[in-house]
């Protein structure tokens, strides 16, 4: 069998489809969008057909309600940002402590720089957000909250509608990182009270360098990039046509393919954590016992090394990870498991499984065999395994919510 690929929360593989629907604007489509000219125009509509198919995915209301931008990262600094120009006199953002880096480090760098006030709402062992402390944080000072709709290394889904809602009572924006979610389960914005949301193409089977930013019609919204007048004002640069239509043609096929791909993923997702659940024992799958993404599963071994698990499945031609940021020789455990409480028996040893519509049984089954012969060689070279007291870890329990202050995220 050849390679297996389960990282698909870090990129997932281009649709061929969506390559074909690309080639031909790198080629006699060549166009700039904007230009009046039959080059352009042909170009100009297709841009607005690949608008219409994002606005279907998310069940946005009204045309120009979405912005492409370059990816997610630039989705989630341009709401931000734009919040804190356009929310006059309120100066404070509401986040969480397990936000992808591309919120997190914003946030650092506008308390540092700027005096923003930031409240980090804490999760608990399940990766569930605090409300009680999210509608204390709110008040005639914020700006905006940002919450993520799915986190990316756990799978957990926050009620983001229900934080919306709360955001306005108190007069803020709402923003969400929909990143993780868009593509992978149904959306439907206008049934929604969240003013700005964020995707990404290469999280849904679509280009990289390519994302968009819904802004709900009515939304004051200041632009991040200034220049032409693309994007309606309000992101300058030379659409990148043939991402865009990849993007477009990535959104229809998820939106086609979602109830199928959802309920046979699920399955498949499944069918791998139970089996490594009861073949390898003492782990627990963190984040696991609530509502989570179909995709996704994160594993943590007691007493290992989870880079040392990620190792030898790349060497047997498995692609998983971990959430870990790696910095000059030492591992920092993942900023989202801290948060959660993971004991530190465990913290080091988790693993990150995320699927896709590409995977099949067989590979999965492939996995389980291949994983429990590593765990299991490793436990057997492993002194600390050796040494282990207590119960395992899946017995372990702490109902308190982990506060752990400024996340370090990088
Ligand atoms: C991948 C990811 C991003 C960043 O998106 P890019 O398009 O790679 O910039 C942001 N947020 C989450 C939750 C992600 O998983």
Redesign the pocket.
């Known amino acids: 069998m050849g390679s297996i690929y389960l990282d698909n929360?870090?990129?997932t593989r281009t649709d061929p489809d969506v390559v074909a629907a690309m080639l031909p604007y790198f080629t006699e489509q060549f166009g700039n969008a904007s230009s009046t000219h039959d080059f352009g125009a042909g170009v100009g509509d297709s841009v607005r057909t690949a608008r219409r198919a994002l606005q279907k995915l998310l069940g946005a209301a009204f045309d120009h309600e979405v912005i492409y931008t370059?990816?997610?990262?630039?989705?989630?600094n341009a709401a931000i940002l734009s919040a804190l120009e356009t929310q006059a006199g309120r100066s404070e953002i509401v986040t969480t402590t397990v936000?992808?880096p591309?919120?997190l480090a914003l946030a650092a760098d506008l308390a540092k720089t700027r005096g923003i006030k930031v409240h980090y709402i804490a999760v608990d062992r399940d990766g569930n957000l605090d409300i009680d402390a999210y509608r204390r944080a709110l008040g005639p000072q914020t700006a905006i909250a940002s919450v993520?709709w799915?986190?990316?290394e756990t799978g957990t889904i926050f009620p983001v509608e229900t934080l919306a809602t709360l955001a306005h009572e108190a007069g803020a924006l709402f923003h969400t990182?929909a990143?993780?979610a868009a593509g992978r389960i149904p959306i439907d914005l206008k049934a929604t009270a969240i003013d700005m949301l964020?995707l990404?193409?290469?999280?849904l089977h679509g280009p990289?360098?390519i994302?968009a930013l819904y802004v709900r019609k009515g939304t004051r919204f200041k632009p991040l990039i200034r220049g032409g007048h693309q994007e309606r004002g309000r992101r300058a640069g030379t659409e990148n046509s043939p991402a865009i239509i990849g993007l477009g043609k990535a959104a229809e096929r998820a939106l086609t393919l979602m109830d199928e791909t959802q309920t046979r993923v699920r399955g498949l997702r499944d069918r791998l954590e139970q089996g490594v659940l009861h073949r390898i024992g003492h782990c627990v799958v963190t984040g696991g016992s609530q509502n989570r993404l179909p995709n996704t599963t994160n594993i943590a071994f007691e007493y290992l090394d989870g880079e040392a698990i990620l190792l030898h499945l790349n060497r047997a031609g498995i692609a998983a990870s971990s959430g870990s940021a790696c910095t000059a020789g030492s591992t920092e455990p993942s900023h989202v498991l801290r948060a959660m409480g993971v004991p530190a028996s465990a913290l080091h040893g988790a693993i990150r499984l995320s699927l896709s519509r590409d995977n099949s049984v067989a590979e999965i089954d492939r996995v389980l065999e291949v994983l429990t012969g590593i765990i299991a060689r490793l436990r057997e070279a492993s002194p600390v395994w050796q040494d282990r007291k207590g119960p395992p870890v899946a017995e372990w329990r702490d109902p308190r919510a982990h506060d752990i202050g400024v996340p370090q995220h990088v």
Do not use: L, Y
Request: no cysteine; glycine share 18%; hydrophobic share 20%.
């Open positions: 929360n870090a990129t370059s990816g997610g990262t630039e989705s989630d936000e992808h591309a919120i993520m799915a986190n990316n990182d990143v993780q964020s990404s193409g290469h999280k990289k360098g994302g």
